[in-house]
């Protein structure tokens, strides 16, 4: 079971690396931890943060539908944080180097921090409107090829990390991780779970010990710990296992306990559901409703174009200053801008009145340089549409 496990976290971070290194795609655009980040400033201003994209929300969604199926699964089978801060520990222990032993109650207490992390970060995050902690996230220093952005603290975190995990076993995960913290009130009422059996049990207490999150097993009927990572470590201990001392599964009236692969198959389910929901459902991570336009138009039209200079959160508040603008070019039936902010030629989507304007009124709009009246200035467009010439010349 360990060894199941142990194949499939090498499996995700093998797949992690392979998308950033050699694909060359942004890790954090698939961080379900961006999801939270950026729920607050989608939902009040229809934007994304700099650098995430709504495949986060859809990796976010997969990872709370694991958690309510699976409790902490993701935790234990996918993040690169805990795949790596385990085997560490592992490598440490058959060198000899003895583990800490942290009281259960000193643990319940340090496990209370990862609330207050997830607290100042989004309340950092959501305040500034960016991604203010970038500049200490270990996992962005970890799997990342954006050498110039990791900063000094980082390093400094990820290697804390590293040395707790010699020591202690996955204590950033335990105690610190704001994810976790996200993943707690989701996790306790799971549907499936450990449970014991105590007229087979032996009362042996390994199960107890062998426990990465410090759950008193051995004491529970059922664990509705909602820090379980479904881990599999106390089944696979278990002295009795083959006579359902211990067992992991459903509630008893859909069953008396399910093999590990049912696990891992719901975990890549899950995930490849995100992935392909991603480009099934493309979500604007951009989105503009014009103001004190009236009611809408019976009648609409929308004109797709590919916008280069569009490459992220700030460049596309400004080519809404472009769409919005108030001289000679000025676009009176525009309704609504949808965007996918990106590197290269960025699909853009703009929703308008054709009894009032067109499609050339738009691109027009967007490439001619904009007064400034506050500055005294004119100001050039930074945006070229794809298969447009503003000066007629092609």
Same mark, same amino acid.
């Given at each position: ?109 340090? *496990? /209370? #921090? +990862?609330? %207050?992390?997830? @607290?100042?970060? $989004? ?94 097993? *051995? /004491? #529970? +009927?059922? %664990?509705?710990? @909602?820090?379980? $990572? ?165």
């Amino acid at each position: 079971m360990t060894r199941t496990r142990r194949l499939v976290q090498i499996g995700f971070l093998a797949l992690t690396l392979i998308g950033v290194f050699l694909v060359r795609g942004n890790a954090e655009r698939w961080c379900p931890f961006g999801g939270v980040e950026a729920i607050y400033l989608y939902a009040t201003e229809g934007n994304m943060l700099c650098s995430l994209g709504v495949s986060n929300f859809y990796i976010l969604a997969a990872v709370l539908l694991i958690t309510l199926l699976l409790r902490r699964a993701f935790c234990g089978y996918v993040c690169p944080i805990g795949a790596l801060s385990e085997w560490i520990h592992a490598g440490t222990k058959r060198l000899g180097i003895r583990p800490l032993q942290v009281p259960y109650r000193l643990d319940r207490v340090l *496990a /209370k #921090l +990862k609330y %207050v992390v997830l @607290a100042v970060i $989004l309340y950092f995050t959501w305040t500034f409107g960016e991604l203010e902690f970038r500049v200490a996230d270990p996992c962005y220093a970890l799997i990342s090829r954006h050498g110039e952005d990791i900063t000094f603290w980082a390093y400094v975190v990820a290697a804390a990390i590293v040395v707790g995990a010699v020591f202690m076993l996955i204590p950033f995960c335990r105690w610190l991780c704001p994810l976790a913290a996200v993943f707690h009130p989701i996790s306790r009422f799971a549907l499936t779970s450990v449970r014991r059996d105590e007229d087979v049990c032996v009362n042996c207490g390994l199960c107890s010990k062998v426990c990465p999150t410090a759950i008193p097993v *051995a /004491k #529970l +009927k059922n %664990v509705t710990a @909602a820090r379980c $990572l479904s881990c599999f470590s106390c089944v696979e201990v278990c002295p009795k296992e083959e006579h359902g001392a211990i067992s992991w599964g459903p509630p008893p009236a859909l069953g008396r306990r399910w093999p590990q692969g049912v696990l891992v198959g719901t975990l890549l389910v899950c995930l490849a559901g995100a992935v392909a929901a991603v480009y099934a459902v493309p979500l604007p991570a951009f989105s503009r409703v014009a103001e004190g336009r009236g009611e809408a138009p019976a009648i609409t039209a929308a004109a797709e174009l590919e916008v280069y200079g569009l490459s992220c959160r700030g460049k596309a508040t400004l080519f809404s200053y472009f769409i919005e603008r108030d001289d000679e070019f000025e676009i009176p039936g525009y309704l609504k801008i949808e965007a996918w902010p990106g590197p290269g030629a960025a699909r853009t989507r703009i929703t308008y009145d054709p009894s009032q304007t067109d499609e050339q009124a738009i691109k027009e709009a967007l490439t001619e340089p904009y007064y400034d009246g506050v500055g005294d200035v004119w100001r050039s467009s930074p945006f070229d549409l794809a298969g447009y010439d503003p000066l007629g010349l092609d």
